[in-house]
């Protein structure tokens, strides 16, 4: 079975730092998707970043990168210039490969409580 | 384009009540899942559906069940509440490419007393 594993419970980092929350995983499946979700209080899931296994450059979206290693089996997020707004759960997860064309299953980490000082 | 809506977002029942949860998907979006959150298990897929048709299945017991309607729209029934339901319910949408992502609702929170 697949499996994600977030392993900081919780950071706490001060605003307009950069911060990296660490995310492995583990799959045979050469073809996979992973995502990072931000959780705030109110509790909707929010995308944050998509990276596709196959894809050749690290996504980027805005402030959020994901520093990809492939053979390390790692996919971390690296917020820039954090701020106050970023407080919230962290959730990385991957789409479960092998279930055949488009279909969905997002199997998650337990998730990384990140909060910004001021 | 208006994002997932969850209805209701809060809901209180007693053990042994059933539950009825809906979800409208971002229009376009044929593919409906459907998740738990509680603190000691996190998130967990319940199950997905595609074309009003059950796609994928997560490991919970036969009184979570669901359906999907041909506007996509989808309901999840909970019968028989235990007070291990008490949790916060998540439904996201897709469209069907192996690359597309799925986007969530605000969640429905059900509290079983």
């Known amino acids: 079975a697949q499996k994600i594993t977030q392993t900081q419970p919780g950071m706490f980092v001060q605003e307009k730092e950069a911060v990296t929350l660490d995310c492995t995983y583990d799959t045979s499946d050469p073809s996979y998707g992973l995502f990072w979700y931000k959780q705030p209080s109110s509790g909707e899931m929010i995308f944050l970043i998509y990276?596709?296994?196959?894809?050749?450059q690290n996504a980027t979206e805005g402030r959020y990168s994901l520093n990809f290693q492939k053979a390390r089996k790692s996919a971390n997020l690296v917020i820039s210039a954090s701020q106050l707004g970023d407080s919230a759960m962290y959730f990385c997860a991957m789409r479960e490969p092998g279930l055949g064309q488009g279909a969905q299953k997002l199997v998650f980490g337990q998730g990384t409580r990140l909060t910004i000082n001021p | 384009k208006a994002g997932v809506t969850q209805t209701p977002r809060y809901l209180i029942k007693t053990r042994g009540q059933q539950v009825t949860l809906s979800c409208s998907p971002i229009?376009?979006?044929?593919?409906v899942s459907w998740y738990q959150q509680t603190p000691g298990q996190g998130l967990q897929f319940l199950f997905e559906y595609f074309s009003e048709t059950q796609r994928n299945k997560g490991n919970f017991p036969g009184r979570f069940s669901g359906r999907q309607f041909s506007n996509s729209r989808s309901e999840m029934n909970v019968s028989t509440l235990e007070l291990g339901d008490s949790a916060l319910y998540l439904c996201?949408?897709?469209?069907?490419?192996?690359?597309?992502?799925?986007?969530f609702g605000p969640g429905t929170r059900l509290t079983v007393l």
């Open positions: 990276q596709g296994s196959y894809d050749q």
């Open positions: 229009s376009g979006h044929r593919s």
């Open positions: 996201a949408s897709s469209l069907d490419g192996p690359t597309d992502t799925q986007y």
